[in-house]
């Protein structure tokens, strides 16, 4: 079974709801503003209505995905980002300044994230699979060094000999991540998302206003988000859901 049909066929036993046990914050790290748009922030939209402590980390403000400027792009994408993130209640908020569409996965990446996870303390970390072949078709070459990058940064964070320069001179101290949540990847386990945040996740893709604008065959936010969760929750029996590929990092 291919990775296009192990997202997208129902499985033949509906997929376990997450354990949320455990989970006091979240990171979620991805290339680009938008990228948590796509049915991840729906899950976000769930956790921070529970209670649950969720932060973006952005390693690129996206500054070469529109037609305009980069020196224009990159600020108005970054306002744009954090209405998203106000929509979903998100506070926390990084983006890094790597370049958008030619990031590179290497030690700088995976040592930029290392710090943001010892800095934040996540208990799990939401990114990419960094898989070349997605339900979507190929994925982006920036998508696909953030999630190894974000994978091996996870298990960095917990090594005090890797990155010591984030001990001694920041006083980062390590940090185990319990888990990994994996988009893009054969889901494992799915979140359940009620109307409410159903609607704050199609709020939250639509704040990319001007960015969308630039996409006249983007289908509408709306159309899209719905279709995503739907289309995920039948992997779980339930109307909408968002599916992950959960991996225990720790026991
Ligand atoms: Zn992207």
Known sequence: ???????????????PLLDELGLGRVLVVVAHPDDAEY??????????SRGIEVGYLLLTAGEAGMQRPPEEAGPLRTREQRAACDAVGV?????????DGVLEYGLPLRRAIAREIRAFRPDAVVCGSG????????????????????????????????????????DLAPWGVQRLLLTGARATHCVPVDEAAERRAVASLSAHEAYLADLPWHPAPEE???????????LAGLPRAVAFAEHRLRG
Not at 1 to 15: G, H, K, R, V
Not at 39 to 48: D, I, K, L, M, P
Not at 133 to 144: I, L, Q
């Open 39 to 48: 049915g991840t922030s729906a899950a976000v939209a769930h956790w921070t």
């Open 1 to 15: 079974m291919d990775t296009e049909d192990a997202l997208q066929a129902p499985a033949a036993e509906p997929l």
């Open 91 to 99: 506070e926390r908020l990084t983006i890094l300044d790597f370049p």
């Open 131 to 170: 898989q070349l072949e997605v339900a979507w078709g190929f994925d982006h070459a920036d998508h696909r060094a953030a999630g190894l990058a974000a994978i091996d940064a996870a298990r960095d964070a917990d090594n005090r000999w890797v990155f010591p320069e984030l001990l001694h001179d920041e």
């Open 224 to 234: 899209l988000v719905t279709g995503v969760l739907a289309e995920q929750g039948r």
